[in-house]
């Protein structure tokens, strides 16, 4: 029996929804297709229904979206020491907030903006530089929502690290952490920043960071990637799925941002 353990995390998947219910969707496509033979045009929207899911299964495969992430956005390297010696202060994009997470009995961050203000706090405590965090409540956040820069600060608060240097509390999305982020630090001389967000990101904030004034260094992390065996990462899962539309997203948004540096 043990030496079918391998077979584990392979049965686990195709069990979990993203898979079984896709492969139901198959099945029950070839059923609608076969019953469909005597129709005539029957068999079209069968077809495309079948496209659909067929694209469904591959954008939600982890190596697809590592694909993507290759190939359909520019590519920048994790950031090296003597990079860190250039700039003048760590600055965090934010990444979203819980509200209220019943362990802390109040707001937390997301867990992608905490490993972007954990990576950010690494990069401060190597550098000695200091960190700023933008972020404020976002375009579908409540408006009683706390700033997530304030958040950020409570977070750190609870591990018993040492308070943000900066918080940039207005800024609904990553133009606006740009823009607002260069009205508080320019002014007091900061230029030459590290700009901290996973690396999916980094291709269009580094240009909205640029544009704003700042001349940046790139500290990507959280890059598209997978531990997974070559097999499942071909099976659908939902944690595939989210980084394929991640990828997308930011391509779709970069093209917006260089049509309108165009304009």
């Known amino acids: 029996m043990d030496q079918l353990l391998f077979l584990k995390p ?6 979990l929804p993203a898979t ?6 198959f099945a029950l496509l070839l059923w609608a297709w076969r019953r469909a033979a005597t129709r005539s045009g029957a068999r079209l929207p069968i077809a495309l229904a079948g496209f659909i899911t067929t694209l469904m299964w591959f954008l939600s495969c982890q190596a697809v979206a590592i694909g993507l992430s290759l190939h359909v956005l520019p590519q920048f390297s994790p950031i ?20 209220h997470a019943s362990e802390y009995d109040g707001p937390t961050l997301s867990p992608d903006a905490m490993s972007r203000l954990l990576y950010g706090v690494y990069l401060a405590h190597t550098s000695k530089h200091p960190v700023a965090y933008t972020g404020g409540t976002g375009w579908g956040g ?3 929502q706390m700033a997530e820069a304030q958040v950020a600060d409570l977070a750190l608060a609870r591990l018993g690290a040492a308070a943000l240097r ?5 800024s609904r999305d990553t133009h606006e ?9 320019v002014p007091k001389g ?6 901290v967000t996973h690396a999916w990101h980094m291709p269009r904030s580094v240009q909205l960071f640029e544009a704003a004034g700042f001349q940046v260094t790139p500290a990507p992390m959280g890059y598209v990637r997978s531990d997974l065996s070559p097999l499942l990462q071909w099976l659908p899962s ?26």
Do not use: F, H, Y
């Open 177 to 185: 952490n740009a823009q607002n982020t260069a009205a508080l630090l």
């Open 190 to 195: 900061i230029t030459r920043i590290a700009l």
């Open 20 to 25: 079984s219910g896709l492969l139901l969707l």
């Open 142 to 144: 409540p408006d009683s």
């Open 166 to 170: 900066w918080q940039e509390r207005t």
């Open 10 to 15: 392979i049965l686990t998947t195709l069990v």
């Open 80 to 99: 090296a020491a003597q990079d860190l010696k250039q700039v003048q202060a760590i600055v965090v994009l934010g990444g979203g907030v819980e509200s």
């Open 238 to 263: 939902g944690k595939g799925l989210r980084e394929s539309a991640w990828v997308l997203r930011e391509w779709l948004g970069l093209l917006v941002v260089e049509m309108n540096q165009k304009n």
